[in-house]
Each structure stands twice: as C-alpha cells, then as structure tokens.
C-alpha cells in the first residue's frame, strides 16, 4: 500500500515563528502536493512538484516555500507564521505518467498559530 | 479556469436512505473526474473515479457517472450506512503542464451525517 506519512498531526506555534511542515512517501512518485484544508472552502494547492529541486506555486503560496531534496520527501515552510496560517495541511502525492492517476493523501497536520 | 461546484451541506440522512450528492464542473478538454472521502481525523482517500464521458465510477455501493452533456458527477449511495458519515469531495484532473498532469481542482466538500 502507498503510504503518506506527515510529520506530526498537531502543532502548535507563535506568530513570527519558522514552521517547518515535513511529508514522506514511499511509492517513489514523482509529484507531490501541499494543500489546506478549510471549512467551507475546500482544499487549496498551496505548492507542488514533480521533481527532485522542481517546484511549481499552486493557488495559494503567499507566505509559504517548499523544498524537495530528495525524491521521498517534501517540505512545506512557513517563513514567518501567521494566526491566518491556522489551518489542516495535507500532503499528498501521485506518480507521472497519466492524469487519471489518484493522488494519495497523508492523514494531515493541524497547525494553530497563536 | 477549472473549477467544481458541489451542492451546499451538510447532509443529515437516516440510515438505509438514498443520497445523492450534486457535482458539477467547468474545464476545457476532457477531464478525469473523482470523488474523494475524508472520514473523521483522516486525510482524504479515493472514492471512485471516471475517465471519459459516460463512464461510471463505484466503490462501496457508491457510483457516479461521467455526464459530459451536463458536466455532472453527482455521487449516489441507494442505502446509507452509520459508516458513510464523512466530507465528500469532487475534484477533476488537469491535463495542462509539464509535470502537472495529475493536479487536481477540488470542491469545497460537503460533510454527510447518517443516523442510526
């Protein structure tokens, strides 16, 4: 079975903290995916990628970066949190090849920024 | 752009009722089209998906069909159970970019509650 696994399920942080959100998979896809989740407005791409060192903004990438080092893993940064940052981050992930492909989720992270 | 519309929630059913869920979408070309269900504290999962037009998607009693004509993908269950309680999700595939052939455009969700 594809897993995604994300590094924590709750955070708590400050304003004007450095988050640091981490998303591992194992199925050796090329294409990750950061959302969030809010009510009432669904889930948002905030960044993706479909290589090692590519990245792509999504909808919504204002106050967030991304890294991707390695193929396994991708990393959703926020430089300086913001209580309007509270939200569920998914991570998610799929391979290349056809775009009837599903994307594989994480269980989430919920951040509350304080 | 794309962009998917879901009917408005949340839905409260007793069980062994009918459901139905409305989804509609604007995209150009041919889309993938897919129900995804996030049971509570869980991320999402797939449901069900169809390729093309007039394809039926199902999974778990579930099923859905492709209807270019309407640009629908409304999800039916004839019989609900306790455990179908969960926020639904239509999304549709992007076929347009290097790389991102598998993004997704997703609708706002829409939580359903069955009681017993």
């Known amino acids: 079975d594809v897993k995604v696994t994300q590094s924590s399920r709750y955070l708590v942080k400050r304003t004007g903290e450095k988050v640091f959100l981490e998303c591992v998979q194992d199925?050796?896809?090329?294409?990750m995916f950061w959302y969030r989740q809010d009510p009432g407005l669904g889930l948002r791409l905030i960044y993706f990628?479909?290589?090692?060192?590519?990245?792509e903004k999504g909808d919504i990438p204002e106050g967030y970066s991304v890294s991707r080092e390695k193929k396994e893993r991708f990393s959703l940064i926020l430089e300086s949190a913001s209580t309007n940052q509270t939200s569920m981050y998914l991570c998610?992930?799929?391979?290349?090849?056809?775009?009837?492909?599903?994307?594989?989720f994480g269980p989430g992270t919920r951040l509350t920024v304080t | 752009g794309n962009s998917v519309t879901q009917m408005e929630g949340p839905v409260t059913l007793s069980e062994e009722a009918f459901l139905t869920i409305n989804c509609t979408y604007t995209?150009?070309?041919?889309?993938?089209l897919f129900w995804y269900v996030q049971y509570p504290g869980e991320g999402l999962q797939l449901l069900l998906k169809?390729?093309?037009?007039?394809d039926k998607g199902s999974n778990k009693g579930f099923e859905a069909t492709y209807r270019k004509e309407t640009t629908s993908f409304h999800l039916e269950k004839g019989s609900v159970q306790v455990s179908d309680s969960a926020v639904y999700f239509c999304?549709?595939?992007?076929?347009?970019?290097?790389?991102?052939?598998?993004?997704?455009?997703f609708g706002k969700g829409i939580t359903l509650s069955v009681r017993p």
């Open positions: 998610a992930s799929t391979p290349t090849g056809t775009f009837s492909y599903e994307q594989y």
């Open positions: 199925m050796d896809h090329e294409n």
């Open positions: 990628s479909y290589d090692v060192k590519m990245k």
């Open positions: 995209a150009t070309g041919y889309p993938s």
């Open positions: 169809a390729t093309k037009a007039d």
């Open positions: 999304a549709l595939s992007d076929r347009g970019g290097y790389g991102a052939n598998s993004k997704l455009t």
